[in-house]
Every structure is written in structure tokens, then in C-alpha cells.
């Protein structure tokens, strides 16, 4: 089983993904600047898939830009997804320590990707609900 990576523009700061039961828990971890976190992840609705590859396929259709923010949500990791209009997208991750206990620990860091890797992110984010 693999590991889903985004890479920022900035630094060695990234989120990596990867099953720990196949459509069942994942782990995600956040390694930015000097900060490094690490928490479990469950998929919020149909229990059995991540489908982060449906989320930046959306991100990638609209690659020229959007309005607002577009997010993801599963138990322990959000993403929200803002343009800026000039080719690059702001990646926000919120890792929480434990979804269940409220206000143990969460974890913001804010990636800077380059609007033209969200077709690689896309293809990349399906190692995550293989079996």
C-alpha cells in the first residue's frame, strides 16, 4: 500500500496519507517547518473510501480559479482549497488528534501548490481507497 503525498511550494512542508486498513483507517501526517503531527483518519459517510481523488478532480476542472473555498471533510483531516486567480491554490489541512474528543489537539497548516499538479494529485489520491 502507498503513500498519497502533497508537497507545498514552500519548504519541505506536506500531508501524507496512507491505509492502515484498506477502506477502512487511514493515517495522515503533517510535517510543516519545525511541526510534525500524526493522526488516524475515517471516512465520514460510506465508511469503506477516502475519495480524495473526486475532491481534487473538482479542483482540477476548475484549475483557473474559483470563488470561496472548496472542502473535504472526514473524521480527523479537513481540507479546504482556496484560489488565488494567478495559477496557485492555498491548501489548508486541519488535522485533529482524535475526532472524537473534542479540543484534544488540531493541527492548521496552509499548502501552496501550483494549480497545474491537480491532475497528478488526482491520479496520485486513488492509492488511497485501493484494496
Known amino acids: 500500500m502507498g503513500e498519497f503525498v502533497i508537497r507545498s511550494n514552500r519548504g519541505a512542508d506536506r500531508l501524507v496519507l496512507w491505509p492502515v486498513k484498506p477502506?477502512?483507517?487511514?493515517?495522515?501526517?503533517?510535517?510543516f517547518g519545525d511541526l510534525t503531527a500524526e493522526g488516524k483518519v475515517y471516512e465520514r459517510y460510506s465508511r469503506d473510501a477516502l475519495h480524495l481523488?473526486?475532491?481534487?478532480?473538482?479542483?482540477?476542472?476548475?484549475?483557473?480559479?474559483w470563488?470561496?473555498?472548496?472542502?473535504?471533510?472526514s473524521l480527523g483531516l479537513r481540507?479546504?482549497?482556496?484560489?488565488?486567480?494567478?495559477?496557485?491554490v492555498m491548501l489548508d489541512a486541519t488535522l485533529d488528534q482524535d475526532y472524537a474528543m473534542a479540543d484534544r489537539w488540531r493541527v492548521r497548516a496552509s499548502l501552496?501548490?501550483?494549480?497545474?499538479?491537480?491532475?497528478?494529485?488526482v491520479r496520485a489520491a486513488r492509492v488511497l481507497d485501493q484494496v
Open 23 to 31: 477502506r477502512d483507517q487511514w493515517r495522515a501526517r503533517v510535517d
Open 79 to 88: 481540507l479546504g482549497a482556496h484560489h488565488d486567480g494567478l495559477g496557485h
Open 53 to 65: 481523488d473526486d475532491y481534487f478532480a473538482d479542483l482540477a476542472k476548475q484549475w483557473r480559479g
Open 112 to 121: 501552496v501548490l501550483d494549480a497545474g499538479i491537480l491532475d497528478a494529485l
Open 67 to 73: 470563488a470561496g473555498a472548496k472542502e473535504w471533510e
